[in-house]
């Protein structure tokens, strides 16, 4: 009973790849809208890079005093596309040599993954919304720029959206494997002993 099932080998094959094509699609998402932008702003977060309309948004955040928003400043570019090829083959690993502790120990490491990448984007948003330039155009006491981490937010005359991407949720659905793939363990064992 210590090998992996073929079901369990399937889903945490399929966990990897889930992993890889996060590389290729967006991750999150930051829309804006406002009256005179009825059509909206959009902002996507790539494991390696930003995309969407965030040139013309760094032109708006200029007039509050927020810093302009370049994909060289965050190292998290740089590494984050590593780290999620090295979770994949993690996945593999598991899958072809694994056992059930592997499974526990690969759910409790993509658990610290999933806190550490939530904080640091939390504190990167933190940071470019309260750090203001103080001689901004633009200023209202006390009133601070932080896009949502999820969820919705007014932010002056804009509405701000912030939600994961596709690649945000195949990483959720990787996750979710993990639990299922260890439910289907438990429920190995349990009708062993039976």
């Known amino acids: 009973m210590k090998n992996l099932s073929t079901p369990v080998k ?11 094509a996060t590389l290729f699609v967006p991750m999150w998402f930051i ?30 955040n200029h007039y509050i005093g927020m810093r302009e928003i370049h994909q060289e400043d965050f190292i998290e570019f740089k590494v984050l596309p590593y780290l999620l090829i090295f979770i994949a083959v993690l996945y593999l690993l598991v899958a072809f040599f694994g056992r059930k502790k592997h499974v526990v120990w690969l759910l409790i490491f993509f658990i610290i993954f999933g806190v550490v990448s939530m904080y640091d984007f939390w504190r990167w948003e933190y940071d470019y919304g309260h750090n203001l330039d103080p001689h901004a155009a633009i200023q209202v006491p006390g009133m601070a720029y932080q896009p949502p981490l999820i969820g919705y937010k007014q932010l002056l005359n804009f509405n701000a959206f912030s939600f994961p991407h596709i690649g945000g949720w195949l990483i959720v659905a990787a996750g ?6 260890l439910f289907l363990l438990r429920k190995r064992k349990v009708t062993s002993t039976v």
């Open 31 to 60: 829309d804006l809208d406002a009256p005179q932008y009825p059509e909206g702003l959009r902002m996507l977060i790539y494991p390696n890079k930003i995309g969407g309309d965030y040139e013309i948004i760094n032109g708006l």
């Open 10 to 20: 399937i889903l945490l094959v399929l966990g990897a790849c889930f992993m890889i």
């Open 176 to 181: 979710l494997i993990l639990i299922l793939c």
